[in-house]
């Protein structure tokens, strides 16, 4: 079974280790991150975190601001340490969309024991093999793709990519990004590529093809009007 990943956020260096060092020891992967600025960036770099222990006062950006920064686009559970005990911060990030609130100082058995209680809360019961959005459905395991009912022949780099636009809908994407994603390069492969496949892609899409938006400069982000994509 693949080790789950565990971003580790907190300014004491000798906090993370100590949390760092009990979560290994239990079978999962670790990130580290010194600030909430450096928590976004390795958050969305590692789209594969499956928990996120966030301290509460840090410099740069303090967790609250970097947990409101998260829920925009995902619903990764998130445990946050604070050396606050006070019932109005419980509640205010649990309004945030907090999972979990540890008082320090704690015990990092305990710690490491509703981590993983978490997991189990939150693993899906089953594969989501389906996306669906504005009328758009792509089944992940029939690789197939409907619009309105009515199927759209894409070709497999045409699927892949619609995957990926839609499971980051609302994220702009850079073309190095895609690149990485979908063609799995590990170099920056030419931004013609991908700006011939999304011209393709959007034809394909008749007027769905409207919520691939052009980021300048940048790449492209898929734009449904919901950040949740429902699946099956």
Same mark, same amino acid.
């Given at each position: 079974?693949e080790k789950q990943t565990i971003l580790v956020v907190d300014d004491e260096q000798r906090m993370r280790k100590l949390v760092r060092d009990f979560l290994v020891r239990d079978g999962y992967?670790?990130?580290?991150?010194?600030?909430?600025?450096?928590?976004?960036?390795?958050?969305?770099?590692?789209?594969?975190?499956?928990?996120?222990?966030?301290?509460?006062?840090?410099?740069?950006?303090?967790?609250?601001?970097?947990?409101?920064?998260?829920?925009?686009?995902?619903?990764?559970? %998130?445990?946050?340490? $604070? *050396?606050?005990? +006070?019932?109005?911060?419980? @509640?205010?990030?649990?309004? &945030?969309?907090? !999972?979990?609130?540890?008082?320090?100082?704690?015990?990092?058995?305990?710690?490491?024991?509703?981590?993983?209680? %978490?997991?189990?809360? $939150? *693993?899906?019961? +089953?594969?989501?093999?389906? @996306?669906?959005?504005?009328? &758009?459905?792509? !089944?992940?395991?029939?690789?197939?793709?409907?619009?309105?009912?009515?199927?759209?022949?894409?070709?497999?780099k045409e699927f892949e990519l619609l995957t990926y636009f839609m499971e980051n809908n609302g994220i702009a994407?850079?073309?190095?990004?895609?690149?990485?994603?979908?063609?799995?390069?590990?170099?920056?492969?030419?931004?013609?590529?991908?700006?011939?496949?999304?011209?393709?892609?959007?034809?394909?899409?008749?007027?769905?093809?409207?919520?691939?938006?052009?980021?300048?400069?940048?790449?492209?982000?898929?734009?449904?009007?919901?950040?949740?994509?429902?699946?099956?």
């Amino acid at each position: 079974m693949e080790k789950q990943t565990i971003l580790v956020v907190d300014d004491e260096q000798r906090m993370r280790k100590l949390v760092r060092d009990f979560l290994v020891r239990d079978g999962y992967e670790v990130l580290e991150a010194g600030d909430g600025q450096e928590a976004l960036d390795i958050f969305f770099a590692h789209k594969d975190t499956a928990l996120i222990i966030l301290d509460v006062m840090m410099p740069k950006m303090d967790g609250w601001e970097t947990a409101r920064n998260i829920r925009q686009y995902s619903k990764v559970p %998130i445990i946050m340490l $604070t *050396a606050k005990s +006070e019932e109005s911060d419980e @509640l205010h990030g649990f309004d &945030i969309g907090i !999972d979990e609130y540890v008082t320090k100082p704690f015990s990092p058995r305990t710690l490491v024991a509703r981590v993983g209680a %978490i997991l189990r809360r $939150t *693993a899906p019961e +089953e594969t989501e093999t389906k @996306l669906s959005m504005n009328g &758009i459905v792509v !089944d992940k395991t029939a690789h197939t793709v409907t619009i309105d009912g009515r199927p759209v022949d894409l070709s497999y780099k045409e699927f892949e990519l619609l995957t990926y636009f839609m499971e980051n809908n609302g994220i702009a994407l850079s073309r190095e990004k895609i690149l990485n994603n979908v063609w799995n390069y590990d170099y920056f492969g030419d931004a013609r590529t991908i700006d011939t496949h999304v011209k393709k892609l959007r034809s394909k899409l008749g007027t769905k093809g409207d919520l691939i938006k052009t980021i300048w400069g940048m790449g492209y982000k898929f734009e449904s009007g919901d950040n949740t994509p429902r699946s099956n």
